[in-house]
């Protein structure tokens, strides 16, 4: 299957909280998750990214927790910003992929950080 | 830093118009993808390539041709502009068994 599922669709926190994005796919031949935050009006940059040999990632006040026996990994964002509201998306890379590449993408959640 | 650099941020073009939509990155990649991307439906491959002169299909290829003569460039053409392919368009490359690197897309208006 290569699919990443990814939600919500679309969180809505206070400055300061924990916003938690999950991920799930089905493909064990993933081999590295990406995770990309988005601006509007701009292209998806890269944030934080991890490997499934490794349980947790810590980049600031992203972290990324990956559970490889559940094949899901999340993403965390300590102290949330106004500054961090945007369209976050995960994704996970195969060796070798069909019509999506080698690069499956989740949906997308749209963030938001209120003050 | 890798650089992908999309010719045009903006662009408006007339249906039935041929419009060719550039990128070019600057770090020797071997994969080249392009998405569109819209409300609601996330990112879309239209076509991919992972070497010079090979293209594959993406999810929808439709309506949509690429050209890649040289490593470091990978052309999008619409070949008869339809309203329905107003959208942001997104080039993107990447190495093998890592992420890829998005330009800062080009937001195409068909009229």
């Known amino acids: 299957q290569q699919q990443v599922k990814q939600s919500p669709q679309s969180l809505i926190v206070q400055k300061g909280g924990i916003p938690i994005i999950n991920c799930a796919y089905e493909n064990t031949a993933f081999d590295y998750f990406p995770w990309y935050q988005q601006f509007p009006g701009k292209g998806p940059a890269l944030l934080i990214a991890i490997r499934p040999d490794v349980s947790e990632k810590k980049e600031g006040r992203f972290t990324i927790s990956f559970n490889k026996s559940a094949k899901q990994f999340s993403l965390h964002i300590m102290d949330s910003q106004p500054g961090d509201s945007a369209t976050y998306f995960c994704?996970?890379?195969?060796?070798?992929?069909?019509?999506?590449?080698?690069?499956?993408f989740g949906k997308g959640t749209k963030l938001s950080v209120k003050p | 830093d890798v650089k992908v650099t999309q010719s045009s941020r903006y662009l408006v073009k007339r249906t039935g118009e041929k419009v060719f939509l550039e990128c070019v990155q600057d770090?020797?990649?071997?994969?080249m993808f392009w998405y569109r991307q819209d409300p609601g439906l996330g990112l879309r491959l239209i076509y991919f390539?992972?070497?010079?002169?090979?293209?594959e299909k993406g999810d929808i290829p439709e309506g949509y041709s690429v050209s890649r003569e040289k490593k470091e460039r990978f052309s999008l053409i619409l070949e008869s502009a339809s309203t329905n392919q107003t959208s942001m368009y997104l080039c993107?490359?990447?190495?093998?068994?890592?992420?890829?690197?998005f330009g800062q897309g080009t937001r195409l208006t068909v009229v």
């Open positions: 770090m020797d990649h071997e994969n």
């Open positions: 390539s992972y070497d010079v002169k090979m293209k």
């Open positions: 994704a996970a890379v195969v060796p070798y992929g069909g019509s999506q590449g080698n690069l499956i």
């Open positions: 993107a490359s990447s190495l093998t068994h890592s992420e890829a690197f």
